[in-house]
């Protein structure tokens, strides 16, 4: 959680450790995941913080596209935050994904600054 006075628990943090053999290797990411008050019926949205090239992220924005992630197009209520996480790991190893050219890391491309963290989700 984000914020440990958000009594309706909407503002989340994850973490995503780049998987093995990809161009992520190494790489750690930081997404903020918001859900909605119509969450769990509908999937909240998520956004990778720094910049990422990914065919299901919108490279402006670092928003995940429902229409192109299908874990959020597809949305069950009985889905995680860390599902998600975990899905978008997988994601990046797939052969459309896991060789794409990076943007450099450092703090120049971070969309967001972070604030203090009460709980993450790191997979």
Known sequence: M???DDIYMRSWTGTIIGP???VHEGRIY???LFC???YPDKPPTVRFQARVNMTCVNQETGMV???RFPMLGNWKRE???EDILISLKKEMS???NRRLHQ???GNDDQRVEQKGLAARCVV
Do not use: F, S, V
């Open 36 to 38: 909605d008050t119509d």
């Open 2 to 4: 984000d914020d440990a």
């Open 20 to 22: 093995p053999n990809t």
């Open 30 to 32: 930081q997404l903020k």
């Open 79 to 81: 889905h995680t935050m």
């Open 103 to 105: 943007p450099h890391e």
């Open 65 to 67: 596209d429902p229409r």
């Open 94 to 96: 797939t052969p459309q």
